[in-house]
Nanobody, 114 residues
């Protein structure tokens, strides 16, 4: 059974920083892509950042220049460094790992106060 577990969410003021972490547990080797999505209340889930095993990154338009994704292929972990946070970044953040299928975490809440 594969589990994707996020950590690091919390409450922060506008302009602050948070670092989210994700680890994949269970039998899932050769992960081709890891990434982060987010979903705010009443809105669709949207791309935050993804990173392939080959080092190709993609960022959502609203986070470019502020967020940085990293991963450790051997440890099957991914981090999301979030700087200059804004109230509109408030959402549940989900980690995803892809190897044929997509495996999602349960999400971690990030709240940015104005």
């Amino acid at each position: 059974q594969v589990q994707v577990v996020e950590s690091g969410g919390g409450f922060v003021q506008t302009g602050g920083s948070l670092r989210l972490s994700c680890v994949v547990r269970g039998k899932l080797l050769g992960i081709t892509l890891m990434g982060w999505y987010r979903q705010a209340p009443g809105q669709q889930r949207e791309l935050v950042a993804t990173l392939t095993s080959g080092g190709v990154t993609e960022y959502g338009d609203g986070v470019k220049g502020r967020f940085t994704i990293s991963r450790d292929n051997a440890k099957r972990t991914s981090d999301l460094q979030m700087n200059s946070l804004r109230p509109e970044d408030t959402a549940v953040y989900y980690c995803v790992a892809c190897r044929g299928a997509y495996y999602w975490g349960q999400g971690t809440q990030v709240t940015v106060s104005s």
